[in-house]
């Protein structure tokens, strides 16, 4: 296939089939690492136990390099593996320029760090530039108000005193996991910020010398040979300096509560204007290092933010450059199993239209802090959001697992460890933990998933791991989910991913979300299902360019043995399946702190020709919603709608030459 520009054809629905193209460039360019690679995400504590303490570390890590390989991925980021105390798993870092002994140690560093070099993979690490640990030594010397670091840390003093003589905190604000942003400190007789767990003092970049040991600390990394960073919670870097009370979220979640941090509308400590200029420092110190000896290095950026045009601020402008990217997170806050074909149109062409020019888009469903896929989207639509995001033009990231379709285990209090869920308590901590999305990568069938040989490990392996694994899916004689993700990895390497055209549409009354990528007459055709009825596509009639006849290159899995692989099929009357095999019996919205599920339907009860409209807006659903596919309310943003929560044949079988689900089509 020859070569072409990227991101050079776009389609735009917005719930309709109307298309808008963009001409193809006929200069391509060569895409970056960052650009072309499957970014791999590892939780290092979940990934693999090299000495049986039931706890992942960086010699585990190693001795699961060849995976990678294998499956074609370009690209490692491993989430914190400094040293911490652990109060959030090392997001509450002691020391930014050293391992934690949990993991390892800085030679078993370099010797994973020469491992991944030997198999061309590039090392991202997680950098935490908004907080520290409590116990890390700048924290003791503000405490003690000692020299440059007195004013590290973020101090305040009261606004009063309560009848008790107990100091009031300066302001309302909430922290991430729960109950007031601000900490007494007896010592300084002051109270100091925190955006996250109290172990988590906010550093003060008000105070340029922060800044300063933050980008020694990076530079540290970067002389490591380290390839990039994922920057933690960088919205949170910065706050108003009035340190006024924050107003009542309109949109908070109805099971919301005061100590909650969704309840509260961060006005004055999320995304404020000097986030930016601290990006882009971080970037300037990235260029340097590219610059000098000609390797690209890469930021990519974490902020949850209400808006799309605020989080392409993010990027930075020409001239002062912050984020290679900022994380996408639309896929995994504004869609979920109900959603209908238009939904994923609306994001998808939003990105396209509103993105910097030259800027890159990049596609995730999933994280540490959020459901996994297959729960969120049901376990038949593994393969379809893989296919969606992973063929798509821009970056993409995988959260460790997604390759196998592993789901969210069932976590009972006694075992949460996950701060979220911990500060909530036994009563609401399903709510917020983050640990059912972070339990251990399923290897083998063997105890423990083949991660450890600890008789307990740190979160309990999910029981599904003698099906759901590596190894059988790697050896399985028929299809399987790692054997889909192996086919889409391949495709990536190819001129009509990496060049080619982009035609995506919602069509068949927003039952059918697809996309064709051509390049020179070659190239392939995706359609995924979002109906609980089977669909007739015609995709000669519904996209420019696809012959008259097409090779099936990949299917999800359950896909009939009629239309196997390689066959030949007529592109202009292809039968797509109902989008779920089975019926599934609930599915979650996924946002970073956990929210209930909040219905909204709306319905015409009619008798004797006389109709009343009926709604219903809540967390408990009569059955009449429940199965209307009413959709689910996230952040205030719809999630869809078209397609209830139960459905589909569950059979499977929709005859010769159909498809279930979601189909990949090619041809040369």
């Known amino acids: 296939m020859k070569r072409l520009l990227a991101f050079c054809l776009l389609a735009i629905s917005y719930r309709l089939s109307a298309t808008i193209k963009l001409p193809q460039n006929p200069d391509p360019q060569p895409l970056t690492w960052w650009q072309s690679d499957i970014i791999y995400q590892i939780y290092p504590r979940s990934h693999q136990d090299s000495n049986g303490d039931g706890v992942g570390d960086l010699k585990g890590i190693e001795s699961r390099l060849d995976h990678f390989v294998e499956l074609g991925i370009g690209s490692v980021w491993i989430s914190p593996i400094y040293q911490s105390p652990m109060k959030d798993f090392g997001y509450d870092i002691s020391n930014f320029t050293d391992i934690e002994p949990t993991f390892g140690t800085l030679d078993d560093f370099k010797s994973l760090s020469n491992a991944m070099k030997e198999r061309g993979l590039k090392l991202i690490m997680d950098f935490v530039p908004n907080h520290s640990s409590d116990l890390h030594p700048w924290f003791n010397k503000s405490v003690h108000s000692e020299g440059k670091y007195k004013d590290f840390y973020v101090w305040l003093d009261p606004k009063g005193y309560d009848e008790e003589g107990n100091p009031i905190p300066p302001a309302n604000w909430i922290n991430h996991f729960s109950g007031s942003a601000f900490e007494w400190n007896d010592i300084r007789q002051q109270f100091y910020l925190h955006q996250f767990v109290k172990e988590q003092p906010d550093l003060n970049y008000e105070n340029p010398e922060v800044m300063k040991e933050m980008l020694a600390a990076m530079k540290f990394w970067l002389d490591a040979g380290v390839d990039g960073f994922r920057m933690d919670a960088v919205q949170t870097l910065f706050e108003d300096q009035r340190y006024l009370d924050e107003p ?160 969210d285990n069932v976590i009972s209090w006694e075992d949460t460890v996950d701060p979220a869920g911990c500060n909530a308590g036994p009563d609401r901590y399903v709510l917020f933990s983050r640990d059912p999305e972070r339990c251990p990568m399923q290897w083998s069938d063997e105890d423990n998933a083949g991660f450890s040989t600890a008789n307990k490990t740190w979160l309990p392996v999910h029981p599904n791991h003698k099906e759901v694994n590596v190894e059988v899916q790697k050896n399985a004689t028929g299809e399987s989910h790692l054997k889909v993700y192996k086919q889409l990895s391949d495709l990536r390497k190819t001129e009509a991913w990496k060049y080619g055209s982009l035609e995506a549409k919602s069509t068949n009354d927003e039952a059918i979300y697809g996309y064709s990528r051509i390049f020179n007459n070659q190239g392939f055709l995706f359609l995924g299902s979002f109906s609980n009825q089977a669909v007739t596509v015609n995709a000669t009639q519904e996209f420019e360019g696809i012959p008259a006849t097409a090779t099936v290159y990949t299917t999800s899995v359950g896909f009939e043995p009629e239309t196997a692989i390689g066959s030949s099929i007529s592109t202009s009357s292809i039968v797509i399946g109902a989008k779920h095999k089975n019926p599934i019996v609930k599915i979650l919205p996924a946002t970073r702190f956990r929210r209930q599920t909040t219905y909204n339907c709306r319905r015409n009860e009619c008798t004797n020709g006389v109709c009343n409209p009926q709604t219903y807006e809540g967390p408990d659903p009569p059955d009449w919603c429940k199965n209307s596919g009413g959709g689910e309310f996230d952040s205030g943003r719809f999630f869809g709608g078209g397609g209830g929560t139960f459905g589909g044949d569950s059979s499977g079988r929709f005859g010769q030459g159909s498809f279930r689900d979601d189909d990949l089509f090619g041809w040369k």
């Open 248 to 407: 009542v979220n309109p949109d908070r979640p109805p099971t919301s509560i005061p100590t909650d941090h969704n309840y509260w509308k961060h006005i004055y400590t999320i995304n404020q204007p000097r986030v930016i200029d601290a990006l882009a420092e971080f970037r300037k110190l990235i260029d340097i290092y590219s610059l000098a000896d000609g390797i690209e290095r890469c930021m990519m950026t974490e902020a949850y933010l209400d808006t799309l045009e605020e989080l392409l601020k993010y990027y930075g402008t020409k001239e002062n450059p912050a984020a290679h990217f900022p994380f996408n997170f639309d896929l995994i806050r504004y869609a979920n199993g109900n959603s209908s074909a238009a939904a994923f149109a609306d994001i998808v062409d939003e990105w396209y239209l509103k993105k910097p020019e030259g800027s890159t888009v990049n596609w995730l469903v999933g994280n540490h802090d959020n459901f996994r896929v297959g729960t969120r989207y049901g376990e038949d639509a593994i393969d379809k959001m893989n296919m969606l995001i992973m063929l798509l033009p821009g970056s993409v990231v995988t959260y460790y697992g997604e390759e196998i379709g592993m789901v």
